[in-house]
Nanobody, 115 residues
Framework: QVQVVESGGGLVQPGGSLRLSCAAS????????MGWYRQAPGKQRELVAT???????NTADSVQGRFTISRDNAKDMVYLQMNSLKVEDTAVYYC?????????WGQGTQVTVSS
């Protein structure tokens, strides 16, 4: 069974940076989309950034210019470089892996931006 595990979250002050990593393991075929979503306290889950199997990116307006999504050469990992973090970026960040007929979510990693 495929598993998706995030890492790299933590506590950072406003203006700081974090790099999130997501590793997918197990039997994985026909992955079409990988990405990051987040859910802040009292809010619904929202898209942060996604990247397709051919490298096309989609980034939310709220993080555009600050966050960058990328994949490794093996296409079994996805990263989120987060710069110039704001208090409103505080959320649980979830890794997403989607194929033609499946969606897999990681367990989430907490990002807290606070002074």
């Amino acid at each position: 069974q495929v598993q998706v595990v995030e890492s790299g979250g933590g506590l950072v002050q406003p203006g700081g940076s974090l790099r999130l990593s997501c590793a997918a393991s197990g039997r994985i075929f026909s992955i079409l989309l990988m990405g990051w979503y987040r859910q802040a306290p009292g809010k619904q889950r929202e898209l942060v950034a996604t990247i397709t199997s051919n490298g096309m990116r989609n980034t939310a307006d709220s993080v555009q210019g600050r966050f960058t999504i990328s994949r490794d050469n093996a296409k079994d990992m996805v990263y989120l470089q987060m710069n110039s973090l704001k208090v409103e970026d505080t959320a649980v960040y979830y890794c997403y892996v989607g194929g033609r007929d499946f969606e897999i979510w990681g367990q989430g990693t907490q990002v807290t931006v606070s002074s």
